[in-house]
């Protein structure tokens, strides 16, 4: 059975940085296309960025330059950093694997607020 | 960026009717297109992948058809459990973008 979980979410203030992780079983992270999506409260999905199984990475324009998706093959596992957030980053993130996000994980909440 | 529109936004049906939901991409994707449902406080599931392939465990009365700009995810004979927002998700291009949900109340 697949499942991928997310961790890292929490409060932080505006300007500040965390990294999310996605930990994956029952599925290979290094040899597979992966995203991270987010929705923010009440609202739709917005796709925020992928990584290639060749290692090549994507990103929404919102967060272009402030995030950074990588992943750990040893560990399974995929990341993304995220720096400068801004109020408008305060979403829940799921990790997603395929090209067709046939597997989500469960979500992590994000909330920048001061 | 491909931007897809779906519609209606919102759709109240009675148990037993069949649903219809259309999904435009603002250019052609070929069959990169893909469907979602997200109940309630849970994860998006995937329902339908490349337009019209039936994803496993995914309940037959789930059906998906289309190609090019124009998609149609079809809910036959709906059900209680099937209330939920649906999405649609294109993956020809990046940035990858998603329709804006069209959300189904049952009666």
């Known amino acids: 059975e697949v499942q991928l979980v997310e961790s890292g979410g929490g409060l932080i203030q505006p300007g500040g940085s965390l990294r999310l992780s996605c930990a994956a079983s029952?599925?290979?992270?290094?040899?597979?296309?992966m995203n991270w999506v987010r929705q923010a409260p009440g609202k739709g999905l917005e796709w925020v960025s992928l990584i290639y199984s060749g290692g090549a990475t994507k990103y929404a324009d919102s967060v272009k330059g402030r995030f950074t998706i990588s992943r750990d093959s040893s560990k399974n596992m995929l990341y993304l950093q995220m720096n400068s957030l801004r109020v408008e980053d305060t979403a829940v993130y799921y990790c997603g694997g395929t090209s067709s996000l046939d597997y989500w994980g469960q979500g992590t909440l994000v909330t920048v607020s001061s | 960026e491909i931007v897809l529109t779906q519609s209606p936004d919102f759709q109240s049906v009675t148990p037993g009717e069949k649903v219809s939901i259309t999904c435009r991409a603002s250019?052609?994707?070929?069959?990169?297109l893909h469907w979602y449902q997200q109940k309630a406080d849970q994860s998006p599931k995937l329902l339908i992948k490349?337009?019209?392939q039936s994803f496993s465990g995914v309940p037959s009365r789930f059906t998906g058809s289309g190609s090019g700009t124009d998609f149609t995810l079809t809910i036959n004979s709906l059900e209680a459990e099937d209330a939920a927002t649906y999405y649609c998700r294109q993956s020809i291009s990046a940035p990858e973008t998603f329709g804006q949900g069209t959300k189904v109340e049952i009666k």
């Open positions: 250019q052609s994707i070929g069959n990169n």
């Open positions: 490349y337009a019209s």
């Open positions: 029952g599925f290979t992270v290094g040899n597979n296309y």
